[in-house]
């Protein structure tokens, strides 16, 4: 017996000791190729050579009206205050949104959009040349005569596309409704929100109010939007929505739901899965893109998308719920991570090597290619 009992000792031995060579050259060449990774800098630090800056409200080339040959440059001024009884820019949380590849950050005070509290059936008035349609989740607003029937049964097919991610962030839709101004003409547009010429759409996410005119980006401008005011609202005002992830849901809601995939984000996912990007611990503490340049910040955008579409299919249940719920309850993002999925997400770190690891194999979640 002894001697059986030495050989299953010995015999055991063999194979932990085989087992822990193989483990120790995968393991090598896996962390070989993860110091290559390129790490883009921080969108906060300042570059050493000039280069095109992201503003609060963005003024992006292609969109900056054009002068008549001859005419002297106009001097840039303040914004035009609105015209009309919406009174838009003095409730100081309207955000511009630009037809434009990229995205800008919210406001300030105006991340948190908690629903407000007005009595069912008491909307504010339709303004001059709209009509006014009441639907299940919805309040719209159409320039001209009435709305169309095209145009309310889109919003409600989006509105139920996006549901089936954040209905369990947002129950009040049940009861409350979204504010939709929908203009026919960028002129019709800025005669009644007041807003420059570049902007493509304004949003009040604490007010429930988007504001957008008839334009191919208009439905990726609403799918943005109404998961800001769907997911924001879910946290506390005290405790807002990290950016990385606000954003990062956005974008994949837009895309996945929305069926507008921006596009610029396919050549910056290329470039996250050549090894580009930012460290996890330096893209979740970024709350602020004033000043960051145009590239790093799109960059930022797709690894936020890229991320947060990991996070939502990497497990099935409600663990990207409980991992939001957990950060809402203000643990940090690794805590948060650990109590929502388990061993090995205990840290930032783990998070990041599966993420890159998924993003070259897609042998995770398969999150190596997006919607078309």
């Not at 943005?224 to 606000?246: G, K, M, Q, R, V």
């Not at 249940?317 to 948060?336: D, I, M, S, V, W």
Request: proline share 7%; glycine share 8%.
């Amino acid at each position: 017996m002894d001697i059986l009992h030495k050989l299953r000792i010995l015999f055991w031995g063999l194979v932990i000791g085989l087992w822990g060579l193989f483990m120790y050259q995968y393991m090598s060449e896996d962390m070989s190729s993860l110091k290559s990774f390129k790490i883009g800098k921080n969108p906060l630090s300042s570059s050493s050579e000039p280069r095109p800056t992201l503003h609060k409200y963005p003024i992006p080339a292609p969109f900056v009206p054009q002068q008549p040959q001859g005419a002297a440059p106009q001097q840039p001024g303040p914004a035009p205050k609105p015209q009309s009884s919406l009174n838009l820019v003095e409730a100081g949380d309207v955000k511009d949104v630009v037809s434009t590849p990229l995205i800008p950050e919210h406001a300030a005070g105006e991340k948190a959009a908690a629903p407000n509290e007005a009595e069912e059936g008491n909307y504010p008035a339709a303004p001059a040349g709209f009509a006014m349609k009441v639907t299940q989740h919805f309040v719209v607003y159409e320039e001209g005569a009435e709305v169309s029937e095209q145009l309310y049964e889109t919003l409600e097919s989006l509105h139920g596309n996006i549901m089936l991610d954040l209905v369990a962030f947002s129950p009040w839709t049940r009861e409350k409704k979204v504010y939709i101004y929908y203009s026919q003409t960028p002129e019709a547009y800025r005669r009644l929100t007041g807003r420059p010429n570049w902007s493509g759409g304004a949003a009040s996410l604490s007010e429930r109010k988007i504001y957008v005119y008839k334009s191919d980006e208009a439905f990726g401008i609403l799918a943005h939007e109404l998961t800001h005011i769907y997911f924001d609202s879910f946290f506390p005002a005290s405790n807002p929505s990290p950016l990385w992830l606000s954003e990062g849901i956005a974008t994949y809601i837009q895309s996945e739901r929305g069926y507008s995939t921006p596009n610029w984000l396919e050549q910056n996912l290329k470039l996250l899965e050549g090894g580009s990007g930012f460290k996890l611990n330096d893209l979740v503490r970024i709350e602020d893109m004033h000043g960051a340049d145009e590239d790093n910040v799109r960059l930022w955008y797709a690894q936020s998308y890229s991320v947060v579409r990991f996070l939502m299919k990497l497990k099935a249940g409600n663990a990207f719920y409980t991992f939001c719920k957990k950060l809402r309850e203000g643990n940090p993002a690794h805590q948060a991570l650990y109590q929502a999925y388990g061993m090995p997400y205990n840290k930032l770190t783990s998070l990041e090597y599966a993420w890159r690891y998924d993003l070259k194999t897609g042998k995770i979640a398969g999150i190596n290619t997006i919607r078309q």
